[in-house]
Structure formats: structure tokens, C-alpha cells
């Protein structure tokens, strides 16, 4: 069974400074891994993924996550936070061999002070 | 591209009811999902299609759900004799499957089922 988890409900950050995202995963083949985030009363908005290849993926928005494999983690980082980056993040895995279904993490919510 | 329109974006209706969400995915995308995402928790998978095939049904999906997708394109979910469990937003994704690649699954906007 594959799963994810993110363990902070909620990230402060202040505008500017440097944003971080937490994910681990777990997986019994390889995986593949997704951020999406999602505003207000609207749906899962894609970020990024790792398929494989160079560990740092980046993506949208000047977003960028890190696999790690041998932490079993892709955090999600942006340099300099925005407020408008104000939202619900989730992490997600698929497993290569074992469907295409995308398993999410239960979501971290992002506050950028201005 | 349109994005993956779902309508309708709200839905109200009385334990017992039968409801039908739509979910028209991007054009040429060849398989479409379900999910279903509850308050203060991720999303959770329910179904997907490749082309009018209905592939996967994960065991959330009871007797009472019922996915179609009759012509490749668009697709239904009917909930039958709905329960007051049933109140989440009802998530539809799309991709494009090519062989040996991975998709990106991209989602619309949801739907609100509230029952009362």
C-alpha cells in the first residue's frame, strides 16, 4: 500500500522568506511525486513532479521540491514566499507498478504574512 | 484547453435522494478520475476510466456509487439513496495517457454535495 504523510497542519511564514513544505512517502515499488495546491472553493491546481532523473524538480510559481530517497521525502521549498502563496498544499505518490491512482497527504496549510 | 469543467458546483439535497454529477475532462484527454475529498483531509481516490473503460473502483466506492463514462468523453457519478455521510466535495481529474510515460492528472473545480 502506498501512503503520505504531511506532518504540519499549518507552515507561518513571513513574506520573503524562505517557504518549506513537508512530505514523506511510502511506497513498496517506485514512486512517482506530486505537489498540487489548492485556493479557496477551487480545485487541485498542479505544481510539480518527480518521475526520475535530477532530484530536484522544479516547477510553478518559482516552486521547487527535493526527492530524497533514502529519507523517503520531497519537500516542497519556495525561496522568497509571497502572500498570494496563501493556500493548501498536498502532497502526493503514485506507485509505478501498482495502478494510477495518486494516494494524498492530508494537506498543509501555508499563511504568508505580509 | 478548457480545463475540466464539473458541474454542478453545488449541491443540496435530502437523505434518500438520488444525485448525478457531470465531469467533461480536458479534450483528448484519454482517462478521467474521481475523487472524493472530505473537510480538513486530502483527496481520496474513488474510480478512473481509460477511454469508456471503467478501470479501478477503490472499495470506498459502495453499491450506491455508480461512475459511467459511455463515450469516452465526459462522465457521470450517480450516488443512489444518498446518506448524510455522503457531504464532501466530489473531485473529477483528467490526463493523457501515452505508453511508457507518466500523466499528469489536472482537476476541476469539484463538487459541493451537502445532504441534509
Known amino acids: 500500500a502506498q501512503s503520505v504523510a504531511q506532518p504540519e497542519d499549518q507552515v507561518n511564514v513571513a513574506e520573503g522568506n524562505p517557504l518549506t513544505v513537508k512530505c514523506t512517502y511510502s511506497?513498496?515499488?517506485?514512486?512517482?511525486l506530486f505537489w498540487y495546491v489548492q485556493y479557496p472553493n477551487r480545485g487541485l491546481q498542479f505544481l510539480l513532479k518527480?518521475?526520475?532523473?535530477?532530484?530536484l524538480v522544479k516547477g510553478s510559481y518559482g516552486f521547487e521540491a527535493e526527492f530524497n530517497k533514502s529519507q523517503t521525502s520531497f519537500h516542497l521549498k519556495k525561496p522568497s514566499a509571497l502572500v498570494s502563496d496563501s493556500a493548501l498544499y498536498f502532497c502526493?505518490?503514485?506507485?509505478?507498478?501498482?495502478?494510477?491512482?495518486?494516494?494524498f497527504g492530508g494537506g498543509t496549510r501555508v499563511l504568508v504574512k505580509p | 484547453d478548457t480545463g475540466v469543467s464539473q458541474n454542478p458546483r453545488h449541491k443540496i439535497t435530502k437523505r434518500g435522494q438520488n444525485v448525478t454529477f457531470r465531469c467533461d475532462p480536458i479534450?483528448?484527454?484519454?482517462?478521467l478520475y474521481w475523487y472524493r475529498q472530505t473537510l480538513g483531509q486530502g483527496p481520496e481516490f474513488l474510480t478512473y476510466?481509460?477511454?469508456?473503460?471503467?478501470?479501478?473502483k477503490s472499495r470506498l466506492l459502495s453499491d450506491r456509487f455508480s461512475a459511467e463514462r459511455p463515450k469516452g468523453s465526459f462522465s457521470t457519478l450517480e450516488i443512489q439513496r444518498t446518506e448524510q455521510g455522503d457531504s464532501a466535495m466530489y473531485l473529477c481529474?483528467?490526463?493523457?495517457?501515452?505508453?511508457?510515460?507518466?500523466?499528469?492528472?489536472?482537476f476541476g473545480p469539484g463538487t459541493r454535495l451537502t445532504v441534509l
Open positions: 481529474a483528467s490526463s493523457l495517457h501515452r505508453q511508457g510515460a507518466s500523466d499528469t492528472q489536472y
Open positions: 511506497v513498496s515499488g517506485n514512486p512517482y
Open positions: 518527480y518521475i526520475t532523473g535530477d532530484n
Open positions: 502526493a505518490v503514485r506507485d509505478k507498478a501498482a495502478g494510477n491512482k495518486l494516494t
Open positions: 479534450s483528448e484527454h484519454n482517462r
Open positions: 476510466f481509460q477511454n469508456e473503460a471503467q478501470l479501478e
